[in-house]
């Protein structure tokens, strides 16, 4: 069965970076495109971005833009996201999702999703 | 991007059906066919429960429906169940090329 194993929380000081795996069974992980979510405490969901794991394509939200990097390591099975330059208001749940039709491009829905991974962002 | 514009709460009765808008411009909802929805229970990863605006994952009974009018999308949960309460958040593809989702939506079963 399709799953996704994100790796676990992680304590953080303001400025500085986190990088979140995303491992991914179940299914060829080069056919799906992968998304990147998050949620603050007591916020909604919000898009942070998506990645295609057999090119490498990305595609990121503006408010990320400059401070987030998605990429993968097909190897493994495993995507990544990190995000530099961490505020407190970065706390949050980040959740991988897998797009639900296979092909590039077709990250416009998420059929699949990781547990979360919660970082807190502290002094 | 503005966020999607849903309705902070809706509530019903078991048995009943509900439905929850979303509101978008002509640059996402109005102009693809590409609105989901997500159900998301506290603590846990969020569940697709419709997407390209009235699909329905393999396994998904015709418990929950979607549809468009224009720029806004509606989700339909008939036949009200405990099981039901939970948040729910529309998304849009958006012509920027990126996704957009809304505010979220708390649904309390009376």
């Known amino acids: 069965q399709v799953q996704l194993v994100q790796s676990g929380a992680e304590v953080k000081k303001p400025g500085a970076s986190v990088k979140v795996s995303c491992k991914a069974s179940?299914?060829?992980?080069?056919?799906?495109?992968i998304n990147w979510v998050r949620q603050a405490t007591g916020q909604g969901l919000e898009w942070m971005g998506w990645m295609n794991p057999k090119s490498g394509n990305t595609g990121y939200a503006q408010k990320f833009q400059g401070r987030v990097t998605m990429t993968r390591d097909t190897s493994i099975s495993t995507a990544y996201m990190e995000l530099s330059s961490l505020r407190s208001e970065d706390t949050a749940v980040y959740y991988c999702?897998?797009?639900?039709?296979?092909?590039?491009?077709?990250?416009?829905?998420?059929?699949?999703w990781g547990q979360g991974s919660l970082v807190t962002v502290s002094s | 991007q503005s966020a999607l514009t849903q309705p902070a709460s809706v509530s019903g009765s078991p048995g009943q059906s509900i439905t929850i808008s979303c509101t978008g411009t002509?640059?996402?909802?109005?102009?693809?066919?590409?609105v989901s929805w997500y159900q998301h229970h506290p603590d846990k990863a969020p569940k697709l429960i419709i997407y390209?605006?009235?699909k329905r994952p393999s396994g998904f009974s015709n418990h929950f429906s979607g549809s468009k009018s224009g720029n806004t999308a509606s989700l339909t949960i008939s036949g009200l169940q405990a099981e039901d309460e939970a948040d729910y958040y529309c998304c849009s593809y958006a012509n920027t090329g990126t996704l957009v989702f809304g505010g979220g939506t708390k649904l309390t079963v009376l």
């Open positions: 179940g299914y060829t992980f080069t056919s799906y495109d």
């Open positions: 002509s640059s996402d909802v109005g102009d693809y066919n590409l």
């Open positions: 999702a897998r797009g639900t039709d296979p092909g590039s491009g077709s990250y416009y829905d998420s059929e699949f």
């Open positions: 390209e605006v009235n």
